[in-house]
């Protein structure tokens, strides 16, 4: 069981920038894919950004493409989550979550993920 915290979600102006952070646990945290989420009021959770393990790749939703950037350091076991130019519309509780099956590739279900954060709060003033 991989245990996954957030913080760094706050409340900012729309064209401010946030920094997410997420804290994980396990010994083998270096060999999964790690992936943010977010989920607005009344939507579905949505796919944001995926890394693989090695952090040489990376995938986002078009919505945040060229605004947000998400990196990893295995050797804090951490993932992070950059978001520049920030929209009212991004305005969500953001989850980070674990992939212990795959560490490679494009995988954006929720499906695909087996552990997950207890979110943290964003909020996006106009």
């Known amino acids: 069981q991989v245990q996954l915290v957030e913080s760094g979600g706050g409340l900012v102006q729309a064209g401010g920038s946030l920094r997410l952070s997420c804290a994980a646990s396990g010994r083998t945290f270096s060999t999964y894919g790690m992936a943010w989420f977010r989920q607005a009021p009344g939507k579905e959770r949505e796919f944001v950004a995926r890394?693989?393990?090695?952090?040489?790749?990376?995938f986002y939703a078009d919505s945040v493409k060229g605004r947000f950037t998400i990196s990893r350091d295995n050797t804090k076991k951490a993932v992070f989550l950059q978001m520049n130019s920030l929209k009212p519309e991004d305005t969500a509780v953001y989850y980070c979550a674990a992939d212990t099956i795959s560490g490679v590739g494009d995988r954006r279900p929720a499906s695909a993920y087996d552990s997950w954060g207890q979110g943290t709060q964003v909020t996006v003033s106009s």
């Open positions: 890394i693989t393990w090695s952090g040489r790749s990376t």
